[in-house]
T-cell receptor, first 111, second 118 residues
């Protein structure tokens, strides 16, 4: 069973609208969680990284939250743009540096 | 700009014909990784180098080999590609592997090499 589960698998939103992606994990002992954006045909690019003590971290219109007690994270995209169309991947690291990848959420922003 | 560069970006090969993918980095990171990513799936780690130490994942097929002649370069060799090996191959680097260094294993990815097997 995958230790990092993302939802939804895909979503379509209108340009200018907000959306929230979810990431639930069972990785233990937890070290950090990061969100990557992967454009079609490209490698993933890091958006945010959060450690155990961090609850919220923003990068422009992207805001990530972390609840280490419930082992949940979310990525909120504000005022979506066409360039936000991509796959968003949640990656969790344990204390030994082993990374577990989620399968990603495919976001399509339409005009 | 410091970066991770993969070549070729697109590779078409015939069934069973060996392929080599290359990765170079200017970040001076000591860890380099090779991932395989199939459509709509999470990247799957094949192996990684911590400096010159090679670490193979247990389920990586023998068909996949890797070389790291120096800090900057790493190669992925697929000895006899099968149809199931068609995928995006991602190279990534990090400055550490995460031992007692929170965030040290943040990965910087290359743009990927898309392999098609005919």
């Amino acid at each position: 069973k995958n230790q990092v589960e993302q939802s939804p698998q895909s979503l379509i939103i209108l340009e200018g609208k907000n959306c929230t992606l979810q990431c639930n994990y069972t990785v233990s002992p937890f070290s950090n969680l990061r969100w990557y954006k992967q454009d079609t045909g490209r490698g993933p690019v890091s958006l945010t990284i959060m450690t155990f003590s961090e609850n919220t971290k923003s990068n422009g219109r992207y805001t990530a939250t972390l609840d280490a007690d419930t082992k949940q994270s979310s990525l909120h995209i504000t005022a979506s743009q066409l360039s936000d169309s991509a796959s968003y991947i949640c990656v969790v690291s344990d204390s030994w540096g082993k990374l577990q990848f989620g399968a990603g959420t495919q976001v399509v922003v339409t005009p | 700009d410091a970066m991770v560069i993969q070549n070729p970006r697109y590779q078409v090969t015939q069934f069973g014909k060996p392929v080599t993918l290359s990765c170079s980095q200017t970040l001076n990171h000591n860890v380099m990784y090779w991932y395989q990513q199939k459509s709509s799936q999470a990247p799957k780690l094949l192996f990684h180098y911590y400096d010159k130490d090679f670490n193979n994942e247990a389920d990586t097929p023998d068909n996949f080999q890797s070389r790291r002649p120096n800090t900057s370069f790493c190669f992925l060799d697929i000895r006899s590609p099968g149809l199931g090996d068609a995928a995006m191959y991602l190279c990534a680097t990090s400055r550490g592997s995460g031992f007692n260094l929170s965030g040290a294993n943040v990965l910087t990815f290359g743009a990927g090499s898309r392999l098609t097997v005919l």
